[in-house]
Every structure is written in C-alpha cells, then in structure tokens.
C-alpha cells in the first residue's frame, strides 16, 4: 500500500523562526494531502489541507505547498511561538481508499 | 458545540479479558473509524464503517471487533486475542470517507 515518510521526526526552533516539515509520498493517484497537530494527551486536529489541483494554501501563519511531479508536500510555519509545540503528522488520501498518515514530527519551540 | 467522544480516557485490562471503547459523535457524519496509536508511529487504521450497520477491516484489524447499530456511535471492542494492546485509540469521523476526519481525544489503554 501507499507509504508516506515524514522528515524531520524532531525539530527545534527558537521562537520567531520558522518551521518546515516535509512528506513525501509515492501513489501519485493520492489528491488530497491534510496536516494535522497534536497535543499531548490529545486527538490530531486538523489544521490546514490541499487538494491536488493547488499547488500553494495558506492560512495565516501556516502555509502548505505540494509538488505533484515530485511527489511531496510541505508544511510551513513562521513566526513560531511557543503554543505551536506539538506533533504535527502529515496525511494523503487516495480515492476509493483510506487515508495514510505519517509517521509524525515532534517540534519544540524554544522561548 | 458539536464533536467526538471518547471514553474512558484511560482504561485497563486484565489478561484474558476484553473491553469495550466508546466513540460517539453529534456531527451528523456518515463515516467514523478507529485507529491504533504507537509512539513514534503514524496512525494506524483498525475498522471503519462508512454507514450504519456496515464496516470493514483496515490494516490491523485482528483481536479487534466493532459494531455500527447507530449513526452516531462506533464502539470497538479490544479482544483477549490481540496480544499487545497497550496504545493509544483514537476515534474519528467525517461526512464521507474523502472528507477531512475529526477525532476524539483517544483512550489510552493498559495491561495490568
């Protein structure tokens, strides 16, 4: 089945700075491509998603960028504060199939 | 304020012994699913059922059971036959299976 890799699996920055998280993907059928964060002791809540026929969405802070031909999708957080310290796990739905979830990435930002 | 359910938020079971997780939600969505939480994994998919009365397996669905008799309720039932049950549950739902998935905040399940 689809396999999604997630990178990084950690990472840290100091508050101000931006974050970028990347998946990568291999069924290039997959046309629709959610983010999600989680917080401790919490379920994922959604927080930004593209379809496949956009290459760019943002939403305030938070931006997503998806390169069909590569096969990957971005997210992209600035001016980072300390309440977006959470796990943030990419996703791809395929349709007729289910949705595939990476594996997570932990990010600290750091006051 | 609508959403999802869960419950118990923690929840131990003995050797031998099954036990039931609830999941209800009030979004009026057609399709709910379970999925298995491990540290440092993605989740992973157990059952889901995209309308009442009917669901299907997903990846790892063995010493697991469910049920869909209401629109808005989808317990799982962890069985004496799944060896390693202690993760984190997370329920979810949403309008149709290529709709965005809203979940709860999960069950933590234990081995005594």
């Known amino acids: 089945g689809e396999n999604v890799e997630q990178h990084p699996s950690t990472l840290s920055v100091q508050e101000g700075d931006s974050a970028v998280i990347k998946c990568t993907y291999s069924?290039?059928?997959?046309?629709?491509f959610p983010w999600y964060k989680q917080e401790l002791g919490k379920g994922p809540q959604l927080i930004i998603d593209?379809?496949?026929?956009?290459g760019e969405k943002k939403d305030q802070r938070i931006a997503v960028t998806l390169n069909k031909t590569a096969k990957h999708f971005s997210l992209h957080i600035t001016e980072t504060q300390p309440e977006d310290s959470a796990v943030y796990f990419c996703a791809l739905y395929n349709y007729g199939q289910n949705f595939v979830f990476g594996p997570g990435t932990r990010l600290s930002v750091l006051p | 304020d609508g959403g999802i359910t869960q419950s118990p938020k923690y929840l131990f079971r003995k050797e031998g012994q099954n036990v039931t997780l609830s999941c209800e939600q009030n979004l009026n969505h057609d399709a709910m699913y379970w999925y298995r939480q491990d540290p440092g994994q993605g989740l992973r998919l157990i059952y889901y059922?995209?309308?009442?009365?009917?669901?299907q397996k997903g990846d790892i669905a063995e010493g697991y059971s469910v049920s869909r008799e209401k629109k808005e309720s989808f317990p799982l039932t962890v069985t004496s036959a799944q060896k390693n049950p202690t993760a984190f549950y997370l329920c979810?739902?949403?309008?149709?299976?290529?709709?965005?998935?809203?979940f709860g905040d999960g069950t933590r399940l234990s081995i005594l």
């Open positions: 979810a739902s949403s309008d149709r299976s290529a709709d965005p998935q809203h």
């Open positions: 593209i379809r496949s026929n956009v």
């Open positions: 069924d290039s059928a997959s046309n629709y």
């Open positions: 059922s995209q309308i009442v009365n009917d669901f």
